[in-house]
């Protein structure tokens, strides 16, 4: 199945013009139309430049040689709820029926003949969930209302959500703890999943939690840090590894792939879906 999914890639001459050893920078940009995207928006895209693709295969194969590449955004999300299910880090521009990212890959060696050959992990594969910075902050949550409850605590309404995961035998999990957008720190003392509340008790003199901010409050458990996700280290030596149906492949070079064969402007189209 044929699906158009474009990648500008420019190619700027480092010392050397068109010498074999000139290290060159590979700026682009990706084209993904929004049809193709769907609700999920667009996946980790990779770019590499190798020194040939499987004859067979039509994708970087046991023979060919990476001279650089990269991921376009990060896995690292600090919401246990998103971890290896979106890609921060990137900024995504609208460009009326398309999504448009840029990138860079810094210092490649530009070898004549070299080919740039990309894919789309739709199905996040090719990222560890145990993986990545680890930290207490596993939540983000909406405060949308705080009642006093004059006994020292304060009920909040917090968004709909399944909370399932701090509760256990309908008692809150050790040192689960809040902090608000003004930086105040609570205990939750209590939470409900059919109500949609947390019960805060003020830690280090805090007032009243404040509501209905810009930001949203972070919910953690101080003593249980979580990793966040980070892309396997091996993606480029072996991407076949992490293809699965759905994602999106550049098609074999004299289709899709685009040869080296000088430092003009290469456009790699993402144009087969994984069957």
């Known amino acids: 199945m044929k699906r158009p999914f474009a990648i500008a890639v420019l190619l700027l001459a480092g010392c050397g013009g068109g010498d074999r050893e000139s290290r060159v920078e590979v700026t682009g940009t990706v084209v993904a ?3 193709l995207a769907g609700t999920n928006g667009v996946g980790m895209v990779y770019v590499g430049v190798w020194s040939a693709l499987d004859a067979v295969s039509g994708r970087p194969g046991d023979d060919s040689t990476l001279h650089g590449g990269t991921s376009i955004g990060s896995f690292t999300a600090q919401d246990q709820r998103a971890i290896c299910k979106t ?7 609208d460009a009326g029926a398309n999504w448009e990212i840029d990138f860079t890959i810094p210092q490649v060696r ?3 003949g070299s080919v740039v050959w990309a894919f789309a992990d ?5 990222c560890n969930p145990n993986g990545g910075p680890q930290d207490n902050f596993q939540y983000l949550v909406d405060l949308l209302s705080a009642t006093d409850n004059l006994d020292g605590s304060w009920t909040v309404g917090i968004e709909p959500g399944d909370y399932s995961t701090w509760i256990r035998g309908g008692v809150v999990k050790p040192d689960v703890e809040l902090v608000d ?5 609570f205990t939750v003392a209590a939470l409900s999943d059919t109500a949609d509340t947390l019960r805060l008790v003020p830690m280090q003199g805090a007032g009243a939690p404040a509501v209905n901010g810009a930001q949203k409050a972070r919910l953690y458990q101080r003593e249980n840090p979580i990793p966040y996700g980070a892309g396997f280290d091996d993606v480029f030596d072996d991407p076949s590894t992490y293809l699965e149906a759905g994602d999106l492949i550049a098609s074999p070079p004299e289709a899709g792939a685009k040869t080296l064969l000088s430092l003009d402007p ?3 189209t993402l144009d087969t879906a994984v069957p």
């Open 87 to 93: 890609v921060v880090g990137r900024a995504v521009r």
């Open 266 to 268: 290469v456009v790699i």
């Open 110 to 112: 530009y070898e004549r």
């Open 33 to 35: 139309p929004k049809a």
């Open 181 to 185: 957008e003004a930086g105040s720190f």
């Open 122 to 126: 739709e199905n996040f594969s090719s």
